[in-house]
Structure formats: structure tokens, C-alpha cells
């Protein structure tokens, strides 16, 4: 793969870069899969992937709900990003803002009826793009280390990022 000894010193080089070349990939296949996947979201549950990941989100946390802040900080927006998609999403019927128990002047997100409707029906769909764009292109036995290592890199950058205020 690489041994760090290497330097590059010719932009072909930086090009032809093992590790450049295997991020090159892991990029190019996430924005590809997005965009295959978030579209058929669209198309069939009329709702975009970031607002199917706040469904998700929402159901994971259960109870009262979750925070503005909590939500921004899982999907890494700012409150004002994370503001505008609960007022569409609000907007849409899919969560209501409610009192914090805990914090008179706190409002939690939760799911309506609707979002909750709308989630189980969007994932249905996205597991079976999942299965199909996903899954299915990786030699058998390789999904479990795959989808493993995945959660490591995803860990470890989440936990370089700087928390969001």
C-alpha cells in the first residue's frame, strides 16, 4: 500500500499515491452511492436523505425527542442548518417541536405519526438500494470487515471533529 517513506515530488506522483488513490475511491463511492440512493428516497418517499437521517435520528433517541443542538451535532450542522430542516420538516408534518421535561425554556424534536409513517416506508426502500448498490457488488464474506472497518473510520473522524456550538 504505502510505507510513508515515499515523498512526493511530481504531481503524477501524488496522482498515482496508493493512499491518495484509496481515498480517492472511498470518496468517489460514497458520493456516487449517495446521490443513487438519496435519489430513489426522493423519488419514492418524496423526502431527501439528510431528512431521512434526522428520522432516523429522532427514532434511535425515542422518548420526549432530542435537542436542536443534538441533532446538529450528529449529522454536523450548525443551528441554523439544523433549524431551517426542522422547520421544513415540521413545515411537511414530519416532527413537531415540544416542551423539554427537563428545561422549561428547552423545545425537543420528535416524530408525528407521519414521520414515523414515513421512515418505516423510506427505509424499506433505501435497505433494498442498499442491498442492490451496496451489498451486492462485494465478493461474498467481505460486507461484515467491510461495514466493521467503516464504523472504525467513522469513530475516528467524528472524534477529531471539532464540537459544533
Not at 435537542?67 to 415540521?90: N, P, Y
Amino acid at each position: 500500500m504505502h510505507d510513508g517513506a515515499t515523498e512526493i515530488t511530481t504531481a503524477r506522483q501524488a496522482a498515482d499515491d496508493a493512499l491518495v488513490l484509496a481515498f480517492g475511491r472511498l470518496q468517489g463511492a460514497a458520493c456516487r452511492l449517495e446521490y443513487i440512493l438519496g435519489r430513489a428516497l426522493e423519488e419514492e418517499c418524496g423526502i431527501g436523505h439528510l431528512t431521512f437521517e434526522v428520522l432516523l435520528i429522532l427514532a434511535r433517541a425515542g422518548g420526549p425527542g432530542l435537542s436542536m443542538k443534538e441533532i446538529g451535532r450528529e449529522q454536523v450542522l450548525t443551528t441554523g442548518g439544523v433549524t431551517r430542516l426542522v422547520d421544513r420538516m415540521a413545515a411537511a408534518g414530519l416532527v413537531e417541536r415540544a416542551e423539554d421535561p427537563s428545561d422549561r425554556r428547552g423545545r425537543l424534536v420528535r416524530l408525528t405519526p407521519l414521520g414515523e409513517e414515513t421512515a418505516v416506508r423510506a427505509a424499506r426502500v433505501h435497505v433494498e438500494n442498499i442491498r442492490r448498490y451496496f451489498v451486492a457488488p462485494l465478493p461474498a464474506g467481505h460486507l461484515e470487515r467491510f461495514a466493521e472497518d467503516l464504523r472504525i473510520l467513522s469513530h475516528a473522524a467524528r472524534d477529531e471533529l471539532p464540537r459544533l456550538r
